[in-house]
């Protein structure tokens, strides 16, 4: 059974870090596209970061440079370290993993498998920015 947890959220003061961690059961991140996806109040779902299976990483502009994405491929996770946190950082995020990419918008808990692909989000976490 495939599952997704993400972990180690919580709430920090402005200029504050926080490493949030996706551990996965049921397959393997190795040969996925990871992400970190985030959606505020009343906002819509946004990309955070992801890396690619050929390795390659993306950010959004509005945390490159503030933001890192790592996988450990032995301990089958995910982390994003999150460094110089703002108040509009303030977000439910997820953790997802995905064989072409994602096709939906935030959808806690997701677990689709559709021939050879494949789709997988994570419950989500909150993350609280006090400025």
């Known amino acids: 059974e495939v599952h997704l947890v993400e972990s180690v959220g919580g709430s920090v003061q402005a200029g504050g870090s926080l490493r949030l961690s996706c551990a996965a059961s049921?397959?393997?991140?190795?040969?996925?596209?990871i992400g970190w996806y985030r959606q505020a109040p009343g906002n819509e779902c946004e990309l955070v970061s992801t890396?690619?299976?050929?390795?390659?990483?993306l950010y959004a502009d509005s945390v490159k440079g503030r933001f890192t994405i790592t996988h450990d491929n032995a301990k089958n996770a995910v982390y994003l370290q999150m460094n110089n946190l703002k108040h509009e950082d303030t977000a439910v995020y997820y953790c997802?993993?995905?064989?072409?990419?994602?096709?939906?918008?935030?959808?806690?808990?997701?677990?689709?498998?559709?021939?050879?692909?494949?789709?997988?989000w994570g419950q989500g976490i909150s993350v609280t920015v006090s400025s």
């Open positions: 997802t993993a995905s064989s072409n990419g994602i096709t939906v918008a935030c959808f806690a808990g997701l677990v689709h498998n559709y021939g050879d692909q494949f789709e997988y």
């Open positions: 049921g397959f393997t991140f190795e040969d996925s596209n």
């Open positions: 890396i690619s299976n050929n390795g390659r990483t």
